[in-house]
């Protein structure tokens, strides 16, 4: 009788183990992104990449910056991709300046008391830059910031296209200037949208555009990037951010993302980036291309 029982248990706890563990892949997963291509190409390729080994995945690619960053800490969203250097200085207030491997370090730490974990970084640096027409900045002798500054305050007058967060962030417009002691006259400071600031450089009505570093549309338009000559902006290293609550139950997510973020660099972010904002090919197809030649699908 007492065998009986016992075996009755140990199968009875053997079927819900068995339950417990095909749950880890069939749990649905919240994958985010932001308002731009290469957030949306990085979620895609996320949610691909997880489908295919077993994940149900819930993708919410559109979402402003701050929104994605609480939803993440709210649990609404369980993974996207983060730049290291917007966690440093928007989300965690730090205003010293860090190198790339102390500012991941920091970061790390810190998000880890919210319980966020910080996977293995690319090496995709997807920096914010200024960008001027390749024709212009040879004409006005512009190779880094301290030129533009210096012709700003000779009393050249160059509009500005930036985006509205920039504008307003603390690693953003006001700082910038400070740093490198100019300052755009009012009149000349022209917010829009991100994807707007390079169509509006390239079509002339602008002399000067934020952009962001990996945007395959630099090239593509014949844009140069001003070297950043002061080290103003911090490194913005591309990396997969998880709930940690997420990866203690499912760690397969975490070697799947790290081996994702294993394949991307600058160069190979902004010819994706290219393909769908001047090839005009779809995201899905795109990346579903990548992970494929990656070997990862």
Request: charged share 25%.
């Amino acid at each position: 009788m007492i065998y009986r029982i016992l075996a009755s248990l140990i199968f009875s706890f053997s079927l819900v183990a068995g339950v417990v563990g095909n749950a880890t892949a069939d749990t649905k997963i919240v994958v985010g992104g932001k308002k731009f291509t290469e957030q949306q190409l990085v979620a895609e390729m996320t949610t691909q990449l997880l489908r295919a080994n077993g994940y149900k995945v819930d993708k919410r690619a559109d979402l402003g910056s701050s929104v994605l960053r609480a939803a993440q800490e709210n649990g609404q969203v369980d993974v996207y991709w983060e730049y290291t250097g917007t966690s440093l200085i928007t989300y965690n207030k730090v205003t010293e300046k860090l190198s790339a491997e102390e500012t991941y370090k920091k970061i790390s730490e810190l998000d880890a008391q919210k319980g966020i974990t910080w996977l293995n970084p690319s090496k995709a640096n997807n920096t914010y830059a200024l960008a001027m027409r390749k024709v212009d900045a040879e004409k006005d002798g512009v190779v880094s910031i301290s030129d533009l500054a210096k012709n700003i305050d000779a009393g050249k007058p160059y509009k500005f296209a930036s985006n509205a967060e920039f504008f307003s962030r603390p690693d953003g417009l006001r700082p910038l200037q400070e740093e490198y002691g100019f300052e755009f006259e009012r009149k000349n400071i022209v917010r829009m949208d991100g994807g707007l600031t390079y169509q509006a450089l390239r079509d002339g009505q602008v002399d000067l555009a934020l952009v962001l570093s990996t945007d395959g549309r630099i090239p593509a338009f014949g844009f140069v990037v001003l070297k950043d000559d002061k080290g103003f902006f911090p490194g913005y290293a591309l990396t997969p951010v998880v709930r940690t609550e997420v990866l203690e139950a499912n760690p397969k997510i975490g070697e799947l993302l790290n081996a994702l973020s294993s394949k991307l660099d600058d160069g190979t972010i902004a010819g994706l980036n290219s393909r769908v904002d001047v090839g005009r090919e779809a995201i899905e197809g795109v990346a579903k291309a990548f992970l494929q030649q990656s070997g990862l699908l």
